[in-house]
């Protein structure tokens, strides 16, 4: 018997190799016949699945925020607490290191390509998203705070993930997880205690 092919999952495979290739190389470099080699297939092969590279990469940025949303689904659901919880999407090991490369090399290629500009704000929107809610059940105190309040510590957060993970990346020896970790720690706490108080609120 002929062997079953599983199309969607062969999407998924793609895409996560592209992933690997656009952190291993960058994006230019990143070419459908590398992607093709490293998935083990040939370029035809490929355009069957996606009509172009820039199809790869959305297909790419997709497969990690579900990742993402999947992970932090499965920590909000041990019960974990805010840190642990937003930690999920720091570079603390070598799928994430993986992912956060892509990330960076991806946002390399944004200021000088407008569909790259409008994808990136569509990816912003999601992190902002996926982040709300996990302040939302994990900051009892969340929702007792003005919506300005909360933009500024949502929008904070993940400026501030963004750039730890660009650090994490780009400097991996000065950068280990428990230092990233602590890192956020400190910037939650610090947060924390700005949105408590009335400085925060002040013109609002």
């Known amino acids: 018997m002929p062997k079953i092919v599983d199309h969607a999952e062969r999407r998924v495979q793609i895409a996560h190799v592209a992933?690997?290739?656009v952190a291993t190389h960058g994006f230019d470099k990143a070419t459908i016949a590398r992607i093709a080699a490293a998935a083990g297939y040939t370029t035809g092969m490929i355009a069957h699945y996606y009509d172009s590279k820039q199809e790869i990469i959305l297909a790419?940025?997709?497969?990690?925020?579900?990742?993402?949303?999947?992970?932090?689904?499965?920590?909000?659901?041990?019960?974990?607490?805010?840190l642990s919880v937003l930690s999920e999407a720091l570079a603390v090991?070598?799928?994430?290191?993986?992912?956060?490369?892509?990330?960076?090399?991806f946002w390399g290629q944004v200021p000088a390509d407008k569909k790259l500009k409008r994808l990136n704000t569509w990816v912003h929107g999601e992190y902002l998203r996926l982040f709300a809610r996990c302040?939302?059940?994990?900051?009892?105190?969340?929702?007792?705070?003005?919506?300005?309040?909360?933009?500024?510590?949502?929008?904070?957060?993940v400026t501030f993930i963004n750039g730890l993970t660009a650090s994490a990346v780009t400097s991996p020896a000065?950068?280990?997880a428990a230092v990233q970790i602590e890192q956020l720690r400190l910037q939650l706490e610090l947060l924390q205690r700005w949105a408590g108080t009335g400085r925060s609120r002040k013109g609002r």
């Open 93 to 105: 090991d070598a799928q994430r290191f993986t992912e956060c490369a892509f990330w960076m090399a």
């Open 174 to 176: 000065d950068w280990p």
């Open 135 to 157: 302040f939302a059940e994990r900051w009892p105190h969340w929702r007792g705070w003005r919506r300005s309040v909360r933009d500024q510590v949502l929008r904070s957060v």
């Open 60 to 82: 790419a940025l997709r497969l990690m925020l579900l990742r993402i949303e999947q992970r932090l689904a499965s920590r909000r659901a041990s019960n974990g607490d805010l």
């Open 19 to 21: 992933c690997e290739v």
